[in-house]
Nanobody
Framework: QVQLVESGGGLVQAGGSLRLSCAAS????????MAWYRQPPGKERELVAR???????IYADSVKGRFTISRDNTNYIVNLQMNSLKPEDTGVYYC?????????WGQGTQVTVSS
């Protein structure tokens, strides 16, 4: 069964840091660019960052210089290190493959940044 399990969210003050992790099924992970998305309250889901099999990472302008995406090709895990967090980073964070269509979404992990 193809699966995505996100973890690591929480409540943090502005300027703080969090590290998110996503455990993915091997069948999806080994052949795909993986990505982190987020859904702010009342808004559409948006792409935050993606990373290819060869570790080439691309970021949304809003997180460049603050977030770092990485992948562990041995354990099928995608991480998102988030530094200098801002209130506008608040939302539910999900991982999925970058290419469409996405596989069924996991439960996500809530990130709340207080001002």
């Amino acid at each position: 069964q193809v699966q995505l399990v996100e973890s690591g969210g929480g409540l943090v003050q502005a300027g703080g840091s969090l590290r998110l992790s996503c455990a993915a099924s091997r069948s999806i992970f080994v052949i795909n660019t993986m990505a982190w998305y987020r859904q702010p309250p009342g808004k559409e889901r948006e792409l935050v960052a993606r990373i290819g099999i060869g570790h080439l990472a691309i970021y949304a302008d809003s997180v460049k210089g603050r977030f770092t995406i990485s992948r562990d090709n041995t354990n099928y895990i995608v991480n998102l290190q988030m530094n200098s967090l801002k209130p506008e980073d608040t939302g539910v964070y999900y991982c999925n493959k970058f290419s469409k269509p996405p596989i069924p979404w996991g439960q996500g992990t809530q990130v709340t940044v207080s001002s």
